[in-house]
Each structure stands twice: as structure tokens, then as C-alpha cells.
């Protein structure tokens, strides 16, 4: 009998559900939408249940799809937006209070008060993370300081906290598996990287009981077994990984030097950096890529705030074009941007600059500038922007990289990705199978159930297309002069008095 694999994309927009075949070749999908909820500025929540069953619902539907058993699956992995924070009642199994997600930012004053305290290098000592609003730890303890029943549980011992994952697999497993998986746990605040336990040092500060936390697995292998009733066999759960590691390993960028680039709404760079977790001299994130067989891969994480969104206002803000893929075709109507550089600082600058009032713009116009050159410039400076922080990993690293796999909605743009090989003077390679992150879960759960090896999986992954550098050197050391005299120019602009 044919054996199959179940992956779970639990995004922050939309939960989904794809079977791949023996091949790792996706046979089927099945994606739903959820309701996302914004009480306050600032604040943003989801509602467990509308997660889990949205889950729930496309997993049926994609099995149904594939016209296959559920007793065929060998295995299912799950991958999930991080960070975002659920805590429930054991005995009931009902969440306390909305998730609080990963964009939220109402634990950001209670992150300044512990910066001022002196505490951030503590954690980052710890846990790779700077001291932010992003992370779980401060969303637990605003649950646990804000809603009375959760402080009630607590002392019973009836409470559980859990990321995306571990609320899934509770769900699963009815109940019977609190468990989460390095990755996940990594970006809490809570989860020493060095020792891969949680922290009683950080838990007390944080004010979080070590008892609500989930046990921590590896990435891949035996990690629970769903309830029969729930997709109507005994399935093995044998891959979980957040979303940005479940990319990196779909992109099989297994090496240390191995990097991948989301290109979406911003830019998530990941890149392996081995055994070790060296930290970063640059305010980059150091995080656990995956733990399979007993050994821990480290990697380094930056991300650029505006990528794709900068085509989606000059679509919806300027109406330069009715769609974002059109942006190439005016792009490529100009041999360059005629002296035009665009810094999209439109939400301040993140790594390597860390400028929050910074704001955009657009330099060197004149009355011969045209909207082909400003969209020309728009999409190289999402290049730049990359690049800022591929130099930054290079250099946390000691040594330059390999390569950069890539993926994303506007990866489709082969002048962009292009100008990126160009900027970086770097191999750029875009694969087959865009969906890494889904991929990603696929592979650790297909590894994890002996269906596949690491050896056949690397054969698996199948390059679409490789972009060579094709500018001069000397070309490549003015732009890049020019941009960082532009990024000068966006910084220190915006001011809370003004
Ligand atoms: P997300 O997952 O963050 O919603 P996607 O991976 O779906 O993002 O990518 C969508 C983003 O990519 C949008 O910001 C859009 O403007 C941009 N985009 C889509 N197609 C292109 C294209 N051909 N050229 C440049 N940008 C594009």
C-alpha cells in the first residue's frame, strides 16, 4: 500500500493542509482562512479553536482530495507561525484567553522596564533573542498576570502554555501529548539554546511556572500519536518545526554556509551556521534550526521589515500597476533606475540599522525620472535591503556564503532575483516547489517515520532555476556605496514630539 505524508501550515493568515506522495511530490491542499482580532491598537489575537478547527477541517479535506485512507499516512508533520502564545485549561482543554500573536505588541513597555533593569543580556546570553514584545515569554506572563483563571490554574497545576504546535498536537492527541519541539521552543525567551531546557533563571524573571511548559522534543522522529477519532487513524506526528526552520530544512540547506530567503510581505533570511551557536556580533537572532538524531543545528535569523509590501503600495498607494507581477515588465522598459534610489524605511529600518525612525525615501529624481524607474528602483532596493543583512550574517559568520535558495511570492520576478545574485555577487537558486515551509514539516515527518533519508531527500529537492552574477564588481561597489549614502539620508527622520 502506497504510504503518504501529512503536512500542517499553520500561517497567521490561513491554516493548510497538503499530502505528499512517496516522492515528496504534493498530491493535494486544502487552505482556510481565519478571523484575526484586534481589541486594541497595537494588539492582535487569534481564536484557538477557529485555528484548530480550520486545521482540522482542511486536513479532511486534503486527505478526501487525495483520495487516499487516513490509515495511509506514514506520518504528519506539523510547522507553525511562532511566537504565538495559547494557554488552556488541562482538565477542560479550553484555552483562557485568545492566542496573543506574534505582531503583538502590548508586552512592549513590560520589555523596556526589563531592558532598563539591565536584564537583556541575560537572555540574550541565553536564548539568541533580544529582549522584545515578539517572543512568548512576556505574552505568557501578561496572560498569567491579567486573567484571573489562569492565575487560579497555575497554582493547581491545571495550567498548560503552549506555541501554535504544541496547542495542535494537544488537540490531536486529545489530550494526551504537551509537548512542543526546540524550534518552537526557542523562541520564547524561556528555552536555553546551550543546555536545550527551560531556564529557571528567566522563568522566575519572566514569572512563568516551568510546570505550564510543554516537554521539548526533537524536530524529527517518534514525538506523539494522534487519537484515532480525530482523523480516523493512529497517525505518527513526526515533524515539527516553526515556520522559518521548517523553510530552511525544506530548502535543504543542510550545510553550514546553507542560506534560504523568504520574500513575501518583508524578507526572512535564515541561514545554518552548524553545531555551534555563536552569537551575533550584529543584533541577528541566533536560534535552533532542528534537532534530529541527537544533534543540534544552530542558525542565524534577520528579517527586512518592507520586501513585497514595497510593489504592494506602489500598486495600491500610487496605482503605478493593477498587479504586482506587472512591476517587472515596467521595470525592465529602463536599462537602470537613471541615479534613483529608493530606501523603503516606510516602517523604520530593521537589521543590521535597528532605526525605528527612519522613514522612506525616494533620492535623486529628476524632471526625466519616471514611474518605471522609481518601480525599478523599488524592487532593487528590496535586493539591497537582503543584502544589508547577508553582508551582516557574512561577517557574524567569519566567512562569506555558499549560496542563497530562495522562495516567496515575489521570488516569480526573475528581474528581482536577478539583481539579487548581481548585489550579492552570490549563486541564487529558486526550486521547484515553492511551498518550503510545508515541505519543510513534510520532510522532518517523512525522516522521522523512516520513510525517507536525509541522503534522498537532498536527491528530492529539485532546483527550478539557478541566477550567476552578471554585473562588474566595480559596478557592484558603487550601487552598494550609493545605497548606504541613501539609507544615511532615511535615518533619524521621524520624531515622536514633531
Ligand atoms: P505573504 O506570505 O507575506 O503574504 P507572499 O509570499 O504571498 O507574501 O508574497 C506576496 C508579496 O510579494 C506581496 O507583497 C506582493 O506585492 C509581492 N509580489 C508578488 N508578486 C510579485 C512580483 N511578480 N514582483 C514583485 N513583487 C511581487
Request: proline letters at 4%; glycine letters at 8%.
Amino acid at each position: 500500500m502506497s504510504k503518504y505524508i501529512l503536512s500542517l501550515d499553520q500561517g497567521t493568515t490561513s491554516s493548510r493542509a497538503i499530502i505528499y506522495n512517496q516522492d515528496a511530490m504534493p498530491i493535494a491542499i486544502a487552505q482556510k482562512e481565519f478571523q484575526q482580532f484586534f481589541p486594541k491598537p497595537g494588539w492582535v489575537e487569534h481564536d484557538p479553536e477557529e485555528i484548530w478547527e480550520s486545521q482540522l477541517e482542511v486536513a479532511k479535506e486534503a486527505i478526501q482530495k487525495a483520495g487516499i485512507l487516513p490509515n495511509q499516512l506514514a506520518g504528519l508533520g506539523i510547522t507553525n507561525q511562532r511566537e504565538t502564545t495559547v494557554v488552556w485549561n488541562k482538565t477542560s482543554g479550553k484555552p483562557v484567553h485568545n492566542a496573543i500573536v506574534w505582531q503583538d505588541r502590548r508586552t512592549s513597555d513590560y520589555c523596556s522596564t526589563l531592558i532598563e533593569k539591565g536584564l537583556e543580556p541575560t537572555f540574550t546570553k541565553k536564548t539568541g533573542l533580544v529582549l522584545d514584545a515578539y517572543f512568548s515569554g512576556t505574552k505568557i506572563n501578561w496572560i498569567l498576570n491579567n486573567v484571573d483563571e489562569a492565575k487560579k490554574l497555575a497554582k493547581t497545576g491545571e495550567l498548560a502554555f503552549g506555541t501554535i504546535d504544541s496547542w495542535l498536537i494537544w488537540k490531536l492527541t486529545k489530550g494526551k501529548s504537551h509537548v512542543t519541539d526546540v524550534t518552537n521552543a526557542s523562541r520564547t525567551l524561556l528555552f536555553n539554546i546551550h543546555s536545550l531546557t527551560w531556564d529557571k533563571e528567566l522563568a522566575e524573571i519572566l514569572n512563568v511556572p516551568i510546570s505550564i511548559l510543554p516537554e521539548v522534543m526533537e524536530s524529527s522522529g517518534s514525538l506523539a500519536v494522534t487519537d484515532k477519532d480525530v482523523l480516523g487513524a493512529e497517525i505518527p506526528i513526526a515533524g515539527i518545526a516553526g515556520d522559518q526552520q521548517a523553510a530552511l530544512f525544506g530548502q535543504m540547506c543542510i550545510e553550514p554556509g546553507m542560506a534560504k530567503c523568504t520574500y513575501g510581505t518583508g524578507c526572512f533570511l535564515v541561514m545554518n551556521i552548524g553545531n555551534t551557536p555563536t552569537p551575533s556580533q550584529n543584533k541577528l537572532l541566533t536560534t535552533i534550526g532542528w534537532k534530529i538524531n541527537g544533534q543540534t543545528t544552530y542558525a542565524l535569523e534577520g528579517s527586512v521589515f518592507v520586501g513585497g509590501a514595497i510593489i504592494q503600495w506602489l500598486r495600491d498607494g500610487l496605482s503605478f500597476f493593477d498587479s504586482s507581477d506587472e512591476s517587472e515588465a515596467l521595470a525592465t522598459n529602463v536599462t537602470n533606475t537613471d541615479g534613483v534610489v529608493f530606501v523603503p524605511a516606510l516602517a523604520g529600518l530593521g537589521a543590521p540599522y535597528w532605526d525605528s525612525t527612519a522613514r522612506g525615501t525616494i533620492l535623486g529624481i529628476t524632471r526625466g525620472t519616471t514611474k518605471a524607474h522609481i518601480t525599478r528602483a523599488a524592487l532593487e532596493s528590496i535586493c539591497f535591503q537582503v543584502e544589508d543583512v547577508l553582508s551582516t550574517m557574512s561577517k557574524d559568520k567569519g566567512s562569506p556564503l555558499t549560496e542563497l535558495r530562495i522562495d516567496g511570492g515575489a521570488t516569480a520576478n526573475d528581474f528581482m532575483v536577478q539583481f539579487q545574485s548581481d548585489i550579492s555577487q552570490l549563486e541564487v537558486v529558486r526550486p521547484v516547489d515553492l511551498e518550503t515551509t510545508a515541505l519543510g514539516a513534510a520532510y522532518l515527518a517523512g525522516l522521522g517515520v523512516g520513510l525517507w533519508t536525509i541522503e534522498e531527500l537532498k536527491s528530492k529537492w529539485q532546483k527550478d532555476r539557478s541566477f550567476t552574477p552578471q554585473m562588474k564588481p566595480k559596478e557592484v561597489e558603487t550601487r552598494l556605496n550609493l545605497w548606504l549614502k541613501a539609507i544615511e539620508r532615511s535615518k533619524n527622520w521621524f520624531t515622536y514630539e514633531a
